[in-house]
Structure formats: structure tokens, C-alpha cells
């Protein structure tokens, strides 16, 4: 391999470990804001300081990536699409532009969704919708994000009801 191709493989992965990195501090801000953002009004008749909030959002956030990140990047990376580094740099860029304007403008969208899709949508590219793409892995996404949707629904109603009842 020439100088010149180990250089640019060597910025790439440079590039890619800090877009990385953007993208991660995005993401845990995000889900962390939609974690808590519900809860803040609930907690604040019984003082609970924001703070206290945000460090049990960021370390339900950390348990959460050291118990599920290594199955979720494996399935990100290989099973919906087989990333290289251009086509992660590819899914990244403007999965972080797209989770930035939604943070400016207060809008909650959800980051895994963002970046699923981006990674979706570049495997399809790259195969030119040859089938590089598992479409039973994309079904089951597609109702695991249902399911969560309705089950939030269901608990938080559950929730609201009882804690009207006791109150």
C-alpha cells in the first residue's frame, strides 16, 4: 500500500472516529432530553432538582449502552447493511445535521430511528435496492418501533391512571 493511500485510509478513520464522537455526544443529549423531558414537570411538585434528573437519565443511558450497544452495532453494521468507512461517514453526516436542526427548533425525534433509516437508505444505494438490505430485519424494526410507540402509550396512560387514583 503507498504512502499516500495510508495517509488518506488514516485521515478517514480519523474523520470517521470524530464524526463519531459528535454524533454519540448528539444522540445520548437527545435521548437523555426525551428521557427526562416528561418527567420534569411530574418531579418538579416533588423537588426534584433538574439535575438529579438529567444524572439518572445520562447513567440509564450508560447501562443501556454497555448492556445493548455491542448487539445494536453489530445488527447496525453488518445485519441491516455492511458499512465500510465511507458509507458509515455516508449514514453520519447527515444523520447528525438532521438531529441538530430538530435540537435547535425543539423538536423530539428519536436518534435511533435517524440513524437506522440513514444506514437503511445507504445500503440501498450501494445496491441499487438489489436486496443488500434484509427486509425481514427491516420488518421487525418497523414494528419493534410500532410496538414501543403503542406500549409507551399504554404505559404512560396506566401510569397517569394510577398515580390519579393514589393522588
Known amino acids: 500500500m503507498s504512502r499516500a493511500r495510508r495517509n488518506s485510509a488514516r485521515t478517514q478513520r480519523r474523520f470517521l472516529l470524530v464524526l463519531g464522537g459528535l454524533v454519540a455526544f ?5 435521548q437523555v432530553g426525551l428521557a427526562i423531558g416528561p418527567l420534569v414537570p411530574l418531579f ?19 447501562v443501556g449502552s454497555w448492556t445493548g ?6 445488527a447496525l453494521s453488518q445485519d441491516y447493511s455492511a458499512l465500510g468507512p465511507r458509507r458509515s461517514i455516508a449514514a453520519l453526516i447527515p444523520s447528525f ?3 441538530q436542526t430538530a435540537v435547535f427548533f425543539s423538536i423530539p425525534v428519536s436518534f435511533n430511528q435517524i440513524i437506522v433509516s440513514a444506514i437503511v437508505g445507504s445500503g440501498y444505494a ?12 427491516l420488518g421487525y424494526t418497523v414494528l ?24
Open 26 to 30: 448528539s444522540a445520548g443529549g437527545s
Open 44 to 62: 418538579g411538585e416533588f423537588d426534584v432538582p433538574l439535575v438529579a434528573l438529567l444524572l439518572g437519565g445520562g447513567l440509564g443511558l450508560l
Open 126 to 137: 450501494a445496491a441499487g435496492g438489489d436486496g443488500e438490505v434484509s427486509a425481514a430485519k
Open 69 to 74: 450497544a455491542p448487539r445494536m452495532i453489530k
Open 97 to 99: 445535521a438532521l438531529a
Open 144 to 167: 419493534a418501533w410500532i410496538a414501543s410507540l403503542a406500549g409507551a402509550f399504554a404505559l404512560s396512560y396506566g401510569a397517569f391512571t394510577l398515580l390519579t387514583a393514589l393522588v
